[in-house]
């Protein structure tokens, strides 16, 4: 059972950072594409980051010169670290994979359970 776990979130205050993680666990052939994705409240979830299995990274306008979404393959693990928070950064971050379960199946989207970011003014 393939399974993505995220940690880091939290409360913090304007301005500050937090470093979000997301490992992912199970038997798998290949991780293709992860990335970060948001709900803010009352809002649809959102894309943030998403980065290739080659490094190659993208970002949402307002994420740009911010956040930084980096992985470990050897870990299977996506990390977004996020600098000079805002308010309206506050929602549920989901971590998103697309994964090969074996050589000749097709790519599948997995995702984390969310964790909660708060950032106060």
């Known amino acids: 059972q393939i399974q993505l776990v995220e940690s880091g979130g939290g409360l913090v205050q304007a301005g500050e950072s937090l470093r979000l993680s997301c490992a992912v666990s199970?038997?798998?052939?290949?991780?293709?594409?992860m990335g970060w994705y948001r709900q803010p409240p009352g809002k649809e979830r959102e894309l943030v980051a998403t980065i290739t299995s080659g490094g190659n990274s993208n970002y949402a306008d307002s994420a740009k010169g911010r956040f930084a979404i980096s992985r470990d393959n050897a870990k299977n693990t996506v990390y977004l670290q996020m600098n000079s928070l805002k308010p309206e950064d506050t929602g549920l971050y989901y971590c998103?994979?697309?994964?090969?379960?074996?050589?000749?199946?097709?790519?599948?989207?997995?995702w984390g359970q969310g964790t909660q970011v708060t950032v106060s003014s």
């Open positions: 998103n994979a697309r994964i090969k379960v074996t050589y000749w199946s097709y790519e599948n989207d997995y």
């Open positions: 199970g038997s798998i052939f290949r991780i293709n594409d």
